[in-house]
């Protein structure tokens, strides 16, 4: 199994434009977790799905993120309008509802200038 | 919500030495407390995970120890090796929504 994979790996963008990061999730997990890290606030979870239906998204910082599960096997985060504090390390995370273990994808890191 | 307090933030020792990172939680109803290494510029990784039916669990020089009255867990890590060096989180979550709530990490940095 090739793990939670996430693209791109890396993205530098202008104030301003539309940023979209996309996961795919182990094969046979059915939850899917978004989370955030900077130095400033650490690892904050910010939306997770169960079964493609989201079940948590009080960790989203505002309108400008939101995220869609539209099927088991793939999933995205956008930004709109991006803006400079959007900086930092976006990790999708996934797990099987039987189980607890997370397993982490390696990370988009986001620039926005 | 939950609230996962960790400490130290910073921890450096000798190799050889022990190293003892501690956290304590909030919500009484957590049942699930991993622990998460990460080496720089790389992804968390579960390392060691307990129940709250469980007091202690060992895997080779890891080990985990919860308190459920005092509402703490600790990690331990024996005989570190330079390899060790990392940051480590912990987190704890109620076993049924599977939403897991980390702490501020701890950077270890082992000597040689």
């Known amino acids: ?18 940023v979209t990061l996309r996961c795919k999730p182990i094969s046979g997990h059915n939850s899917l977790f978004w989370y955030r890290q900077t130095m400033m606030r650490g690892l904050e979870l910010l939306i997770y799905f169960n079964n493609n239906v989201p079940i948590d998204d009080s960790g989203m910082p505002e309108d ?15 930004i709109q309008p991006s803006e400079p504090r959007d900086s930092a390390v976006y990790f999708c995370a996934s797990s099987m509802t039987s189980g607890n273990e997370q397993f982490f994808g390696p990370g988009t890191r986001l620039t926005v200038l | 919500g939950e609230n996962v307090e960790q400490h130290p933030s910073t921890l450096s020792v000798q190799e050889g030495d022990s190293a003892v990172i501690k956290c ?3 919500d009484s109803a957590s049942n699930y407390f991993p622990w998460y290494k990460q080496e720089l510029g790389k992804r968390p990784q579960l390392i060691i995970d307990i129940r709250s039916n469980v007091g202690e669990k060992k895997d080779q020089r890891i080990a985990v120890t919860l ?26 979550s109620i076993g049924s929504n599977y939403k897991l709530t980390f702490g501020k990490g701890t950077l270890l940095t082992v000597n040689p």
């Open chain 1, 64 to 78: 400008r993120f939101s995220a869609k599960m539209p099927n088991a096997s793939f999933s995205t985060l956008k």
């Open chain 2, 24 to 26: 304590t939680y909030s």
């Open chain 1, 1 to 18: 199994d090739a793990g939670v994979i996430q693209s791109p790996r890396h993205e530098v963008t202008e104030m301003g434009q539309e």
């Open chain 2, 67 to 92: 308190n459920k009255t005092a509402k703490h867990f600790s990690l331990h890590i024996t005989e570190t090796q330079p390899e060790d060096s990392a940051v480590y989180f912990c987190a704890a």
